[in-house]
């Protein structure tokens, strides 16, 4: 096992892995830009290390400065966390040529599934259900209209690099295809760099279904069961439950066989998801991969009973899973609500300080954050501030309990998005589980 585990990242993601590196005995080190020098992961860490200005870039984005960090404290792994470097293969890549262990999966597990369509292309040959489309990047105006003609309108054009929605046009009618196709080339380019599109069959009402997924260096690869992320905002997942409400335990068995399958197709290993697009009749297809730990991984600890991170950290090792698929059960239920400092009508962020704060507590309340009273929420960083993570017997006890929870979360000095979380659980459609990732702009758009 390892000595001591460096954490290239910041907020509630590094003090939960340091929370498990002191459970496993593990000595931790924090990195921290100079704006970050009184976070509560630094003062968590057992060492920490300055690694740079506030920006980004420069700081927990910069792979020198933290690899440096790494040798100079001695540490022999590195978690990278969620977003920042945790998709990076350049990342793993040095680590292994300096020693250290990546803890996250091989950079070829990275590279392969982080172009869409490459991944798309590897499922389709394994077998697994994708949504009708291009098969492969279309290469002109004149392509994309011939492929939308085939598989008919409503069509969605997607970037095969980034994510976090950019890069996504649906296109109603032929008239439109042209335009829309040199439109999105054009976005995607000044995003990313690379310019590759791809097209699908729009889905109407789908629900969006990811399953969490292990698997270690032996290749034995196991599935943890889904989380519903349906409830999202301009692709930014706002509230997530496990399990999903509508999956029966046959679906859950089949849905969950489909979600191996596809990471043993690229021998995956580490913590990983798969995610899925299912209509209204239960069909599913795979859209894309997650190769990290995500910020929605609670919910799956929470009906499971398996601390993911300290199973990454295991796998790392070089440890082989202990838990045959058959011991995993699904146990009640559990919600997460995302509390961002944001405005909770507008969604802008609203950086400041916290000037009074009070946390839920009581049975089934788990509060994943790195906030406390007097702490300044920057503008630098992403604007998640808390997740509020319950677990019950059953749907409607989660959902009395977050309800319950909301109000006593108490934060002042800042706006939260905790005003907008109430008024979703009071609504009836989501409180009856009828819900698509449509649900918001429905019945919250203004
Ligand atoms: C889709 C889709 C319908 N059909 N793909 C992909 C990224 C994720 N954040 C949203 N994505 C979608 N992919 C097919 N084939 C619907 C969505 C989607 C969406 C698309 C456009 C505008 C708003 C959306 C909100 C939720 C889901």
Same mark, same amino acid.
Request: proline share 5%.
């Given at each position: 096992?390892?000595?001591?585990?460096?954490?290239?990242?910041?907020?509630?993601?590094?003090?939960?892995?340091?929370?498990?590196?002191?459970?496993?005995? $593990?000595? =931790?080190? !924090?990195?921290?830009?100079?704006? %970050? /020098?009184?976070?509560?992961?630094?003062? +968590?860490?057992? #060492?920490?290390?300055?690694?740079?200005?506030?920006?980004?870039?420069?700081?927990?984005?910069?792979?020198?400065? $933290?690899? =440096?960090? !790494?040798?100079?404290?001695?540490? %022999? /792994?590195?978690?990278?966390?969620?977003? +920042?470097?945790? #998709?990076?293969?350049?990342?793993?890549?040095?680590?292994?040529?300096?020693?250290?262990?990546?803890?996250?999966?091989?950079?070829?597990?990275?590279?392969?599934?982080?172009?869409?369509?490459?991944?798309?292309?590897?499922?389709?040959?394994?077998?697994?259900?994708?949504?009708?489309?291009?098969?492969?990047?279309?290469?002109?105006?004149?392509?994309?209209?011939?492929?939308?003609?085939?598989?008919?309108?409503?069509?969605?054009?997607?970037?095969?690099?980034?994510?976090?929605?950019?890069?996504?046009?649906?296109?109603?009618?032929?008239?439109?295809?042209?335009?829309?196709?040199?439109?999105?080339?054009?976005?995607?380019?000044?995003?990313?760099?690379?310019?590759?599109?791809?097209?699908?069959?729009?889905?109407?009402?789908?629900?969006?279904?990811?399953?969490?997924?292990?698997?270690?260096?032996?290749?034995?690869?196991?599935?943890?069961?889904?989380?519903?992320?349906?409830?999202?905002?301009?692709?930014?997942?706002?509230?997530?439950?496990?399990?999903?409400?509508?999956?029966?335990?046959?679906?859950?068995?089949?849905?969950?066989?489909?979600?191996?399958?596809?990471?043993?197709?690229?021998?995956?290993?580490?913590?990983?998801?798969?995610?899925?697009?299912?209509?209204?009749?239960?069909?599913?297809?795979?859209?894309?991969?997650?190769?990290?730990?995500?910020?929605?991984?609670?919910?799956?600890?929470?009906?499971?009973?398996?601390?993911?991170?300290?199973?990454?950290?295991?796998?790392?090792?070089?440890?082989?899973?202990?838990?045959?698929?058959?011991?995993?059960?699904?146990?009640?239920?559990?919600?997460?609500?995302?509390?961002?400092?944001?405005?909770?009508?507008?969604?802008?962020?609203?950086?400041?300080?916290?000037?009074?704060?009070?946390?839920?507590?009581?049975?089934?309340?788990?509060?994943?954050?790195?906030?406390?009273?007097?702490?300044?929420?920057?503008?630098?960083?992403?604007?998640?501030?808390?997740?509020?993570?319950?677990?019950?017997?059953?749907?409607?006890?989660?959902?009395?309990?977050?309800?319950?929870?909301?109000?006593?979360?108490?934060?002042?000095?800042?706006?939260?998005?905790?005003?907008?979380?109430?008024?979703?659980?009071?609504?009836?459609?989501?409180?009856?589980?009828?819900?698509?990732?449509?649900?918001?702009?429905?019945?919250?758009?203004?």
């Amino acid at each position: 096992m390892f000595q001591k585990i460096l954490i290239a990242n910041r907020g509630e993601i590094a003090l939960r892995i340091i929370r498990a590196c002191k459970e496993l005995g $593990i000595k =931790s080190v !924090a990195v921290h830009s100079t704006v %970050d /020098a009184n976070a509560l992961h630094v003062k +968590f860490a057992d #060492e920490s290390v300055c690694i740079g200005p506030a920006a980004s870039s420069k700081s927990y984005l910069h792979i020198p400065s $933290i690899i =440096s960090a !790494a040798e100079i404290t001695g540490a %022999d /792994a590195i978690h990278p966390g969620y977003g +920042f470097l945790s #998709e990076n293969p350049a990342l793993p890549e040095v680590c292994e040529a300096c020693g250290i262990t990546f803890i996250g999966p091989t950079p070829e597990n990275i590279r392969l599934m982080g172009n869409k369509v490459r991944a798309i292309s590897i499922m389709k040959g394994a077998g697994i259900p994708t949504i009708p489309g291009s098969d492969g990047q279309i290469e002109s105006a004149e392509e994309a209209v011939i492929v939308a003609d085939k598989i008919g309108y409503p069509i969605i054009m997607k970037a095969a690099e980034g994510g976090g929605g950019k890069g996504l046009r649906v296109v109603e009618k032929k008239e439109d295809v042209a335009k829309s196709f040199n439109l999105i080339k054009k976005e995607i380019e000044a995003a990313f760099g690379e310019a590759n599109v791809y097209i699908e069959k729009f889905l109407i009402n789908p629900k969006h279904i990811e399953f969490q997924i292990l698997g270690d260096s032996s290749g034995q690869i196991i599935h943890l069961g889904e989380r519903d992320c349906s409830i999202q905002r301009r692709h930014q997942k706002l509230l997530e439950e496990a399990p999903c409400a509508i999956i029966s335990p046959k679906q859950r068995e089949k849905m969950g066989k489909t979600a191996v399958k596809a990471a043993a197709t690229v021998g995956y290993v580490s913590a990983g998801t798969i995610e899925f697009l299912m209509d209204s009749d239960g069909n599913y297809y795979f859209i894309e991969m997650n190769t990290r730990i995500q910020v929605e991984h609670p919910v799956t600890e929470m009906v499971t009973g398996v601390d993911l991170v300290k199973e990454q950290i295991r796998i790392a090792a070089g440890e082989s899973l202990k838990l045959k698929q058959e011991d995993v059960k699904i146990f009640g239920h559990s919600i997460e609500c995302r509390i961002n400092a944001e405005d909770p009508d507008k969604f802008i962020p609203c950086p400041g300080k916290i000037t009074a704060l009070n946390f839920p507590g009581g049975p089934g309340i788990r509060v994943d954050t790195a906030i406390y009273t007097d702490y300044t929420v920057l503008p630098n960083y992403d604007s998640l501030i808390c997740k509020l993570i319950v677990h019950g017997i059953d749907r409607e006890d989660a959902l009395a309990k977050m309800n319950r929870a909301l109000e006593e979360f108490h934060v002042e000095g800042i706006k939260t998005t905790i005003p907008f979380h109430r008024k979703v659980l009071a609504n009836k459609a989501f409180r009856e589980g009828h819900f698509s990732t449509n649900f918001i702009s429905e019945h919250f758009s203004k």
